[in-house]
Structure formats: C-alpha cells, structure tokens
C-alpha cells in the first residue's frame, strides 16, 4: 500500500468515525451539555471553552472559526456587533485553542454536535450561525443534523462545503494529494506548515504588491500551535472529505454566503457559488480580490455586511 493509499484510508476511518457517533440521538447528546464557568462539558467528557460577550438580552450570533484556529480568530467581529447590541457567542472546537484534546471524535458531527452543545447549554435561541472556513462545515452540519428550531439566520464565510475533495461525483474538487501534502508537512513541521499558510495564501500575502502583517501572521500561528496536534492532524480529513450537500439542502433559514474570489485555500467555484446554489434563496457576496482570510483583511466590509443581514 502506497503512501496516498495508506493516507485515504486514514481519511477514511477518520470519517468513518461519525457512524460510531451516531448510536445516541444528535438532540440527546447536546441535551447532556453542561455549562462549568467559562466551558460546556459535552456528553462525552469534553471541555470547549466559549465566549459571551454583548449584552444578555441582545440578538444572539455564534461564531464558529476555521482550521487550525480558535474562537480568537472572530474577535473583529465580535467586538464590532456586541457593540452594537449583539449577544456574541463563540467557543474553541474541540482540539483546538483552549478546549480539550481527545484523542477521538474529531470529526464534523462531534464539531456540529458540540456546536448543538454550546446552544443548548446556553439555551440560546433564535440564533444566527456564522462558520468561517471549516467553521461553515459545523454550522452546514448543525443544521443537517440538528434542524433549526433554535436558528433564525445562517452565514458562510469562505466555507469548505459543498465538498473540498474530488470525487467521481465532484470534478471540481481538489485533488487528494493536496490533502495528503497538508498531512505530510502537518507531521513533519507543524510549526513552519503553519508560519508558510499564514504568510502566504491564506491571506494573500504571496500575491505582488501585497500588504503584509506580521502581526496577523504571529496570531495564526500562535493560535494554530495552541490546538491539539492529533486533533488539527483529524481535522484536515473533516474540512476536506466531509460531504455537505444533503446539510446544504436543509437549510431553511435566509443564508447569506461571503467569500473572495481571489481564495487560494477555497476557491470559489467549488465552494462559496456551489453552496449558494444549493441553499435556496442564499444570498451571495462575491468580495474582488479577497483572499481566504477576508475577516481580517477585509473586516470592516464583513463586519457592515453581518450587521446588514442581522438588521433584516
């Protein structure tokens, strides 16, 4: 068995992996969250922090945030709508940033089921879900697992559905050598995997004449080297093999989907207009030139675009 052999069948276990999730109901598992300080404790023995920041008694928006990073990521844009009247509820997935580390269940039902935790434990309703990047497989997820009782709107930003990967069924996707090469350099140099996707395309700072920020890039990194090595390794399978089109299609709710056509990590064709295409009535903004980590590079237009779409 070749290496790329050996390496699908590792994303293919790590998929498989969600059968075994599926013995007790998605709604009972959340059901068991408990909320202890700044953390829910899932059913399964995990501790995801989260934030809550804004008012109380404000509209309330989730955030969930991309690979490798934390809830850290959305704090442009958490700030900005707490301030404006906003309930902003973001938390660590599991394996990442502050939350805990299994060993298992890093995958997308337990990223969607732990998602249904938080909201749960919270007894948040009338919710907004905002995914960014993978962030958008758990919201997509959610909703295909969860329903939306509690969700009033959705958004995808630079998110991973449809589907990443090419298959005989979707010719668009990329190649799994490129998942395999992410894996590789994962295992042999996480740190500098990490350093060379901040400084390069996911924000564009490969493009000419860009704007580069050391800043940012210390930040990705910083929150990238925070997540669990086995759980960052898992989650390239789940951003990059999980099927979201039958999620794509159960949602019911006014969806609004942002993404850059200049994305190196996502690229739009296959994602961002494919999932508004499936979504029916999604609303789609097409940022020129935007890269991938258009919440940092373009804040404040994604920031006034939120709130439009919250306002109406």
């Known amino acids: 068995m070749n290496a790329i052999t050996r390496s699908f069948a590792a994303s293919l276990l790590a998929i498989a ?11 009972r598992t959340a059901a068991r969250a408990t909320v202890q300080g700044d953390y ?9 922090y989260y934030k809550d920041w804004g008012p109380k008694d404000g509209p309330v928006v989730t955030f969930s945030h991309g690979w490798p990073l934390s809830s850290d990521s959305w704090e442009s844009q958490m700030i900005f709508l707490a301030g404006h009247g906003y309930r902003v509820v973001a938390h660590d997935r599991r394996g990442h940033g502050r939350s805990s580390q299994p060993w298992d269940g890093n995958d997308m039902d337990h990223y969607a089921d732990d998602l249904a935790a938080v909201i749960q434990a919270l007894d948040l309703k009338d919710v907004t879900l905002v995914g960014f ?7 997509a997820r959610y909703i295909g697992r969860h329903g939306t009782g509690r969700v009033k709107k959705a958004v995808l930003v630079s998110a991973v559905p449809p589907l990443m990967l090419r ?16 894996r590789k350099a994962s295992l042999e140099n996480r740190s500098q995997l990490y350093l060379d996707l901040a400084s390069g395309p996911f924000y564009g700072f490969n493009r000419p004449g860009a704007k580069v920020s050391q800043g940012l890039i210390d930040s990705w990194w910083a929150q990238g080297m925070q997540g669990g090595h086995k759980n960052t390794y898992d989650s390239i399978a789940a951003f990059s093999a999980t099927d979201f089109r039958q999620d794509l299609k159960k949602f019911d709710v006014p969806t609004l989907v942002i993404h850059g056509d200049d994305d190196q990590i996502v690229p739009i064709d296959s994602s961002g207009r494919a999932s508004a295409a499936l979504v029916d009535g999604a609303e789609l903004l097409v940022y020129p030139g935007a890269p991938h980590g258009l919440t940092d590079t373009h804040k404040d237009r994604v920031n006034q675009d939120l709130l439009a779409f919250l306002r109406k």
């Open 17 to 27: 992996a969600t059968g075994a999730h599926a013995a007790e109901s998605p709604a």
């Open 40 to 48: 829910i404790a899932t059913a399964d023995g995990v501790r995801l």
């Open 167 to 182: 298959t005989a069924d979707n010719p668009g996707g990329l190649p799994l050598e490129v998942f395999d090469g992410i």
């Open 133 to 139: 990047s993978t962030g958008g497989g758990e919201v």
